[in-house]
């Protein structure tokens, strides 16, 4: 069910991860202001994107979930949310070891794109003791979808009221007009951006898949209990 | 503040790319570990019908 399409999206993933990496190394040049460190831009920004990216998608599959009570819903929604605070983990971390490289600290309180992410993440900390907190599996799913949907629409307001902050300490690399990348930059960028949407999706399966086989094990097995 | 030196700057984004990895590698093995057992269990309940 979950697994269709998988093998070819595992390998294009390693493809364009591959590539990505060999791009970041021998094709991107070094930036001219940070020179080598910039390097740590295309794991860093493209994590974050995804990871965002992840938390509105899990919002949107909890709305569908409430529209259809369909419990898969529900399962594509964990999935993607426990996903994105694994990248959350990634971001938070590539982050500090970029800050204390660029700017000599490992955490910068008064940058508002470090704090309002940090602010994102340990929102959905919660997620977990909410969702795992309900026995009930219908209940469980109906709150655990209805906090998918507020909070995955906290993730964009947040994004919006960082771009409208005053202070721009922080590298804008993404604008309406395109930012200040130049171009064999911006290729490394998005092909970074790609390999890493597409690692997304694997994981993505590749958990559902391994859920849902466990769902259905636990069906046979009391199928099993019933006949004996 | 101005570009650390390359041997400097190297230790950095070597950390960087590694946390990465290290992340997937682990989510990866975890998630394998999880198939593992399942296909355990499968094989426990085939092996418990055909004792029946």
Same mark, same amino acid.
Request: hydrophobic share 55%.
């Given at each position: 069910?979950?697994?269709?399409?998988?093998?070819?999206?595992?390998?294009?993933?390693? !493809?364009?991860?591959?590539?990505?990496?060999?791009?970041?190394?021998?094709?991107?040049?070094?930036?001219?202001?940070?020179?080598? &460190?910039?390097? *740590?831009?295309?794991?860093?920004?493209?994590?974050? *994107?995804?990871?965002?990216?992840?938390?509105?998608?899990?919002?949107?599959?909890?709305?569908?979930?409430?529209?259809?009570?369909?419990?898969?819903?529900? $399962?594509?929604?964990?999935?993607?949310?426990?996903?994105? &605070?694994?990248?959350? !983990?990634?971001?938070?971390?590539?982050?500090? &070891?970029?800050?204390? =490289?660029?700017?000599?600290?490992?955490?910068?309180?008064?940058?508002?794109?470090?704090?309002?992410?940090?602010? !994102?993440? $340990?929102?959905?900390? !919660?997620?977990?003791?909410?969702?795992?907190?309900?026995?009930?599996?219908?209940?469980?799913?109906?709150?655990?979808?209805?906090? =998918?949907?507020?909070?995955?629409?906290?993730?964009?307001?947040?994004?919006?009221?960082?771009?409208?902050?005053?202070?721009?300490?922080?590298?804008?690399?993404?604008?309406?007009?395109?930012?200040?990348?130049?171009?064999?930059?911006?290729?490394?960028?998005?092909?970074?951006?790609?390999?890493? =949407?597409?690692?997304?999706?694997?994981?993505?399966?590749?958990?559902?898949? =391994?859920?849902?086989?466990?769902?259905?094990?636990?069906? $046979?097995?009391?199928?099993?209990?019933?006949?004996? | 503040?101005?570009?650390?030196?390359?041997?400097?700057?190297?230790?950095?984004?070597?950390?960087?790319?590694?946390?990465?990895?290290?992340?997937?590698?682990?989510?990866?093995?975890?998630?394998?570990?999880?198939?593992?057992?399942?296909?355990?269990?499968?094989?426990?309940?085939?092996?418990?019908?055909?004792?029946?």
């Amino acid at each position: 069910m979950y697994s269709k399409g998988l093998a070819p999206l595992a390998a294009a993933t390693v !493809v364009t991860i591959t590539a990505a990496f060999a791009m970041v190394f021998f094709y991107a040049p070094n930036d001219a202001d940070q020179g080598f &460190i910039q390097k *740590i831009f295309y794991v860093h920004v493209p994590m974050a *994107i995804v990871a965002l990216c992840g938390f509105v998608a899990g919002g949107v599959f909890a709305i569908k979930h409430l529209r259809s009570g369909d419990s898969s819903w529900d $399962l594509r929604s964990y999935v993607a949310i426990h996903l994105s &605070i694994i990248l959350g !983990v990634g971001v938070l971390a590539t982050g500090a &070891i970029w800050a204390k =490289a660029s700017w000599g600290h490992w955490w910068v309180w008064d940058e508002p794109v470090l704090v309002s992410f940090l602010v !994102v993440f $340990l929102l959905y900390c !919660v997620y977990y003791p909410l969702r795992f907190s309900i026995e009930d599996p219908d209940r469980q799913a109906r709150y655990s979808s209805v906090f =998918a949907i507020a909070a995955g629409a906290f993730v964009p307001l947040n994004f919006v009221a960082v771009r409208m902050a005053e202070t721009f300490t922080h590298p804008r690399v993404l604008s309406q007009t395109g930012g200040d990348l130049p171009g064999d930059m911006r290729l490394t960028f998005l092909v970074s951006l790609l390999g890493m =949407a597409l690692l997304f999706v694997t994981l993505w399966k590749l958990e559902l898949t =391994a859920k849902h086989a466990s769902m259905q094990l636990k069906r $046979l097995r009391n199928r099993a209990r019933v006949a004996a | 503040m101005p570009a650390l030196p390359l041997d400097e700057a190297g230790k950095y984004v070597a950390g960087a790319y590694v946390v990465f990895l290290a992340l997937i590698l682990v989510y990866v093995a975890i998630i394998g570990a999880k198939i593992a057992r399942i296909e355990r269990d499968i094989t426990a309940l085939v092996d418990a019908e055909d004792d029946e």
